[in-house]
């Protein structure tokens, strides 16, 4: 069982910059594909960035140039460095673990941390 837990959510201003952390348990975290999903009310859940176990990223259109991804193994954490912030980035960011189960991929959710952003 993988445990996944975020923190560092908060209240900042537009334009302003936020780091939120995932600190994972319960599995051989460098070999885990991590990644960010948020999810605004009235609105789907959706993909925000993802760092490969050998550390290749991809972002979601609306937050590429502004957010970055990173892992540190020895920790077992990954992180979301986001800058330039806007009001539309206010929302539940969840992390997320895909983890090799033998013959499939399983997915693991953290219990989401807020960002509110202030215009």
């Known amino acids: 069982q993988v445990q996944l837990v975020e923190s560092g959510g908060g209240l900042v201003q537009a334009g302003g910059s936020l780091r939120i952390s995932c600190a994972a348990s319960?599995?051989?975290?460098?070999?885990?594909?991590m990644g960010w999903y948020r999810q605004a009310p009235g609105n789907q859940r959706e993909f925000v960035a993802r760092?490969?176990?050998?550390?290749?990223?991809n972002y979601g259109d609306s937050v590429k140039d502004r957010f970055t991804i990173s892992r540190d193994n020895a920790k077992s954490t990954v992180y979301l460095q986001m800058n330039s912030l806007k009001p539309e980035d206010t929302a539940v960011y969840y992390c997320?673990?895909?983890?090799?189960?033998?013959?499939?991929?399983?997915?693991?959710w953290g219990q989401g941390t807020q960002v509110t952003v202030s215009s």
């Open positions: 997320n673990a895909k983890v090799w189960g033998g013959s499939s991929f399983v997915d693991y």
């Open positions: 319960g599995s051989i975290f460098r070999f885990n594909n």
């Open positions: 760092i490969s176990s050998g550390g290749s990223t």
